[in-house]
C-alpha cells in the first residue's frame, strides 16, 4: 500500500482565498479549563486526603507515580469526559492536563492506572466514603441547624460476567443496585451492592453510621431522612423514632391503605366530575402494617383526573399541614435523581466493568470525587452565575473543555486560552473565587 508523506492539506477556499491545514501547530489541547479543577482540589484537600486515607503499600523508590498523581489524574480525566483506561494512551501526553497535575514527565499509561484500581478492596471504599463525609463537614463555616438526607438506589447495567451482577425483575437486565445518599447536592456515600437483594439493605446501617458522624460533628443538628416507598422498613421506621432521626418515607398502597382514605379518593373522584378539572386533596390517617411495631401518621394524597385515581401514601414523623409536607418536603426529593444521573451520564458512575469487585466499586468512588469536586465549583465558584445550578456535563463543555495553545519552558507554561472562548469573564471570576484566600 502506498504511504502517505503530504503534511498539508488544502480546502476549497472562498472569497478568493486558499483554506490550507497542516499538523504544525505546536502543542494544542481541548483541556485548558483544567486549571479550576486543581485549583478547586487544591481548596478542598479532597485527592490529597483520599490518598492519605488509601495509603500506598508500594516499595516508593521504584515507583514512577505517585499514589496522589494517578488518583488525580484517573478523577480529572473523567470530569474532562475520559471515561475509559484507553483513553489514557493518548491523554498521558497532554500538556493541559499535565500542567493541572503539576507534572513534567509524562502521566501514568492505562495498565498502572488499572493496577491501582485492581489494588482496591473493602478499606478502600471504607476510607473515601469517610473522606467524601469529612468533607462534606467541613464544607460547613456554621454547624447548620437542619440537614435532609436523601436516600435512593438505582440499576448500574452489567454488560459483562462481572463479580456480584445479577439479572434484575424489574429493571429487565443484569446490573449492579448501587445505593446512593445526598444532602442536597452534596454526595454522602455511592455503596455498590449486587442486585439480587432488597433495594433497601444496607440503606439502615449506611445511615446510622452516617446520622452518628454527623452528630458529633453538630449534637443539635436535626436531621430527615427521605426516601420512597423501596425504603419502608418497620425496624429502620423504629430506629429513627428512638434516636430522634425524622423521616418522610413513602408507603406503597394496598387494600388497607385504599380502603383507609376511601372517603378522601371519593371527595376527589365527586369534584372532579363536577368541574372536569384535576382534583389533588389531602388528609392523613393512622396506620401500622400488621407486620410493623406501631401505627404512625401517614399522610395521603387523592389524586383523580381524566385517566382516573392515583393516590399516595407517605409515612412521617414531621407535624404540620399535610400538603406542604407532601408538596414542598417529599416530592423535594426527586431532585436528587438529578444527583444520580450526573453520576452516571456526566461522570460515568455506570462504568463498572472492571471483573472484581472492588474495583468496580472503586470506580464507582472515584466518580463521587469527580462530582464532589464540581460541585465545589458549582457552589463556591459559581454562585450567583448562570451556571450556578448547571448540570456536570454543561460545566464541562462550558467551562473546562477549552481550546489552548501550551508553551513550556524552564521558567514558565503558558496556556493561551482559544479567543473565541465564548465565556471569558465567567472563567476569570470562576479562578478568583477558587485562588487561596
Given at each position: 500500500?502506498?504511504?502517505?508523506?503530504?503534511?498539508?492539506?488544502?480546502?476549497?477556499g472562498?472569497s478568493?482565498?486558499r483554506?490550507?491545514?497542516?499538523?504544525?501547530?505546536?502543542?494544542?489541547?481541548?483541556?485548558?479549563?483544567?486549571?479550576?479543577?486543581?485549583?478547586?482540589?487544591?481548596?478542598?484537600?479532597?485527592?490529597?486526603?483520599a490518598?492519605?486515607?488509601?495509603?500506598?503499600?508500594?516499595?516508593?523508590?521504584?515507583?514512577?507515580?505517585?499514589?496522589?498523581?494517578?488518583?488525580?489524574?484517573?478523577?480529572?480525566?473523567m470530569?474532562?469526559?475520559?471515561?475509559?483506561?484507553?483513553?489514557?494512551?493518548?491523554?498521558?501526553?497532554?500538556?493541559?492536563?499535565r500542567?493541572?497535575?503539576?507534572?513534567d514527565?509524562?502521566l501514568?499509561?492505562p495498565?498502572?492506572?488499572c493496577?491501582?484500581?485492581n489494588?482496591?478492596?473493602?478499606?478502600?471504599?471504607a476510607a473515601?466514603?469517610?473522606v467524601?463525609?469529612?468533607?462534606f463537614?467541613?464544607?460547613?463555616?456554621?454547624?447548620?441547624?437542619r440537614?435532609?438526607?436523601?436516600?435512593d438506589?438505582t440499576?448500574?447495567?452489567?454488560?459483562?460476567?462481572q463479580e456480584g451482577?445479577?439479572?434484575?425483575?424489574?429493571?429487565?437486565?443484569?446490573?449492579?443496585?448501587?445505593?446512593y445518599?445526598?444532602?442536597?447536592?452534596?454526595?454522602?456515600?455511592s455503596?455498590l451492592r449486587?442486585?439480587?437483594i432488597?433495594g433497601?439493605k444496607?440503606?439502615w446501617?449506611v445511615l446510622a453510621?452516617?446520622?452518628?458522624?454527623?452528630?458529633?460533628a453538630?449534637?443539635e443538628?436535626?436531621?430527615t431522612?427521605?426516601?420512597?416507598s423501596?425504603?419502608?422498613r418497620?425496624?429502620?421506621?423504629?430506629?429513627f423514632?428512638?434516636?430522634g432521626?425524622?423521616?418522610v418515607?413513602?408507603?406503597?398502597k394496598?387494600a388497607?391503605?385504599l380502603?383507609?382514605?376511601?372517603?378522601?379518593?371519593?371527595?376527589?373522584?365527586?369534584r372532579?366530575?363536577?368541574?372536569?378539572?384535576?382534583q389533588r386533596?389531602?388528609?392523613?390517617?393512622?396506620?401500622g402494617?400488621?407486620?410493623?411495631?406501631a401505627?404512625?401518621?401517614?399522610?395521603?394524597?387523592?389524586e383523580?383526573?381524566?385517566?382516573?385515581g392515583?393516590?399516595?401514601?407517605?409515612?412521617?414523623?414531621?407535624?404540620g399541614?399535610?400538603?406542604?409536607?407532601?408538596?414542598?418536603?417529599?416530592?423535594?426529593?426527586?431532585?436528587?435523581?438529578?444527583?444520580?444521573?450526573e453520576?452516571q451520564?456526566?461522570?460515568?458512575?455506570?462504568?463498572?466493568s472492571?471483573?472484581?469487585?472492588?474495583a468496580?466499586?472503586?470506580?464507582?468512588l472515584?466518580?463521587s470525587?469527580?462530582?464532589?469536586?464540581?460541585e465545589?465549583?458549582?457552589?463556591?465558584?459559581?454562585?450567583?452565575?448562570?451556571?450556578?445550578?448547571?448540570?456536570?456535563?454543561?460545566?464541562?463543555?462550558?467551562l473546562l473543555?477549552?481550546?489552548a495553545?501550551?508553551?513550556?519552558?524552564?521558567?514558565?507554561?503558558?496556556?493561551?486560552l482559544s479567543?473565541?472562548?465564548?465565556?471569558?469573564?465567567?472563567?476569570?471570576?470562576a479562578?478568583?473565587?477558587?485562588?487561596?484566600d
Amino acid at each position: 500500500m502506498t504511504e502517505c508523506t503530504q503534511s498539508a492539506l488544502e480546502f476549497p477556499g472562498f472569497s478568493r482565498r486558499r483554506i490550507e491545514a497542516s499538523f504544525d501547530g505546536g502543542d494544542i489541547s481541548g483541556n485548558g479549563g483544567a486549571q479550576l479543577l486543581r485549583l478547586a482540589d487544591d481548596r478542598t484537600r479532597l485527592i490529597r486526603s483520599a490518598a492519605r486515607a488509601m495509603g500506598d503499600a508500594r516499595r516508593q523508590k521504584s515507583c514512577a507515580h505517585d499514589l496522589e498523581s494517578l488518583i488525580r489524574q484517573r478523577v480529572y480525566a473523567m470530569i474532562l469526559g475520559h471515561e475509559d483506561l484507553n483513553d489514557h494512551d493518548e491523554l498521558r501526553s497532554d500538556l493541559a492536563l499535565r500542567t493541572a497535575l503539576h507534572r513534567d514527565e509524562t502521566l501514568a499509561s492505562p495498565s498502572t492506572l488499572c493496577r491501582l484500581e485492581n489494588r482496591a478492596d473493602r478499606a478502600t471504599a471504607a476510607a473515601l466514603h469517610e473522606v467524601l463525609v469529612e468533607r462534606f463537614i467541613a464544607s460547613f463555616a456554621r454547624a447548620p441547624r437542619r440537614l435532609v438526607l436523601d436516600v435512593d438506589a438505582t440499576d448500574d447495567r452489567a454488560h459483562g460476567a462481572q463479580e456480584g451482577r445479577f439479572f434484575h425483575g424489574y429493571y429487565d437486565h443484569y446490573c449492579f443496585l448501587p445505593l446512593y445518599v445526598f444532602c442536597g447536592d452534596r454526595l454522602l456515600a455511592s455503596y455498590l451492592r449486587p442486585s439480587k437483594i432488597d433495594g433497601a439493605k444496607h440503606s439502615w446501617a449506611v445511615l446510622a453510621l452516617l446520622v452518628r458522624r454527623l452528630r458529633r460533628a453538630w449534637p443539635e443538628v436535626r436531621i430527615t431522612v427521605r426516601g420512597d416507598s423501596g425504603f419502608c422498613r418497620w425496624r429502620m421506621l423504629r430506629w429513627f423514632d428512638r434516636h430522634g432521626v425524622d423521616y418522610v418515607i413513602g408507603v406503597a398502597k394496598n387494600a388497607r391503605l385504599l380502603a383507609r382514605s376511601s372517603q378522601t379518593r371519593a371527595l376527589a373522584q365527586r369534584r372532579h366530575r363536577e368541574t372536569g378539572d384535576k382534583q389533588r386533596l389531602f388528609g392523613e390517617i393512622r396506620y401500622g402494617a400488621r407486620s410493623w411495631d406501631a401505627a404512625r401518621r401517614v399522610i395521603v394524597k387523592a389524586e383523580h383526573g381524566a385517566r382516573g385515581g392515583n393516590p399516595r401514601f407517605v409515612v412521617t414523623s414531621l407535624g404540620g399541614d399535610p400538603q406542604r409536607i407532601y408538596d414542598r418536603v417529599y416530592c423535594a426529593r426527586g431532585d436528587m435523581e438529578n444527583r444520580i444521573k450526573e453520576q452516571q451520564l456526566d461522570l460515568f458512575a455506570d462504568r463498572t466493568s472492571c471483573h472484581k469487585w472492588w474495583a468496580n466499586q472503586f470506580r464507582l468512588l472515584l466518580s463521587s470525587l469527580a462530582y464532589t469536586l464540581l460541585e465545589t465549583i458549582r457552589r463556591t465558584a459559581l454562585r450567583g452565575t448562570a451556571l450556578a445550578r448547571a448540570q456536570c456535563g454543561t460545566l464541562r463543555l462550558k467551562l473546562l473543555r477549552i481550546g489552548a495553545v501550551v508553551l513550556r519552558n524552564t521558567r514558565r507554561v503558558r496556556l493561551l486560552l482559544s479567543s473565541s472562548y465564548p465565556h471569558p469573564e465567567l472563567f476569570l471570576l470562576a479562578a478568583a473565587r477558587l485562588k487561596p484566600d
